[in-house]
Antibody, heavy 120, light 110 residues
Framework: QVQLQESGPGLAKPSETLSLTCSVS?????????WSWIRQLPGKGLEWIGY???????YYNPSLKSRITISVDTSKNQFSLKLNSVTAADTAVYYC?????????????WGRGTLVIVSS | QSALTQPASVSGSPGQSITISCTGT?????????VSWYQQHPGKAPKLIIY???NLPSGVSNRFSGSKSGNTASLTISGLQAEDEADYYC??????????FGGGTWVTVL
């Protein structure tokens, strides 16, 4: 069965770039699904960050758009998130997730999440 | 853009039914059938339990059901069980072409 796994540094310094990768196993990232990043801020709040299709087309949350880049590497069956100019407010658990087929707005498969702390 | 409004907590006894509300506006819940619900146990990732208002994903217990009326969506858990104790989040597509989540509801099984 398809599984998602986030990886990346658990600590980032203020003003630097946070970089995370999501590895997809048990199935191909190329197909009819879109792939998203979601974060959960301290105190529970969930925030959708953006999505990518295997073709490379992306769509970002307008509130984060200026700081986000999501990319895909189909040869490695991975997609990645870069969030630049981070502050303490970006401290969160970051999840990668699979969206419903053809970009339907729900997430039917989630990674375990990775905690990123922004601190000097 | 504010989060969708959910009660902070709901409780019920085993076997009872409980309902969690998710209140939005005519720009999100009221205009689109892209409402979904997620269950999250402490320290775990969220799990999809309802999509597109009332659809049950494969493998999810039919004790969970979803509905919508106007700007408010609802999740009902019938035959409450100890394993249902968790956080529950709603989400909705919005007219700003983005996705919004609710603040979460903690369900306590008494």
């Amino acid at each position: 069965q398809v599984q998602l796994q986030e990886s990346g540094p658990g600590l980032a310094k203020p003003s630097e770039t946070l970089s995370l990768t999501c590895s997809v196993s048990g199935g191909s990232i190329s197909g009819t699904y879109y792939w998203s990043w979601i974060r959960q801020l301290p105190g529970k709040g969930l925030e959708w960050i953006g999505y990518i299709f295997y073709s490379g087309s992306t769509y970002y949350n307008p509130s984060l758009k200026s700081r986000i880049t999501i990319s895909v590497d189909t040869s490695k069956n991975q997609f990645s998130l870069k969030l630049n100019s981070v502050t303490a407010a970006d401290t969160a658990v970051y999840y990668c997730a699979r969206m419903g087929k053809l970009g339907r707005w729900f997430f039917d498969l989630w990674g375990r999440g990775t905690l990123v702390i922004v601190s000097s | 853009q504010s989060a969708l409004t959910q009660p902070a907590s709901v409780s019920g006894s085993p076997g009872q039914s409980i309902t969690i509300s998710c209140t939005g506006t005519s720009s999100d819940v009221g205009s689109y059938d892209f409402v979904s619900w997620y269950q999250q146990h402490p320290g775990k990732a969220p799990k999809l339990i309802i999509y597109e208002v009332s659809n049950l994903p494969s493998g999810v217990s039919n004790r969970f059901s979803g509905s919508k009326s106007g700007n408010t969506a609802s999740l009902t858990i019938s035959g409450l069980q100890a394993e249902d104790e968790a956080d529950y989040y709603c989400s909705s597509y919005t007219s700003s072409s983005t996705l919004m989540f609710g603040g979460g509801t903690w369900v306590t099984v008494l």
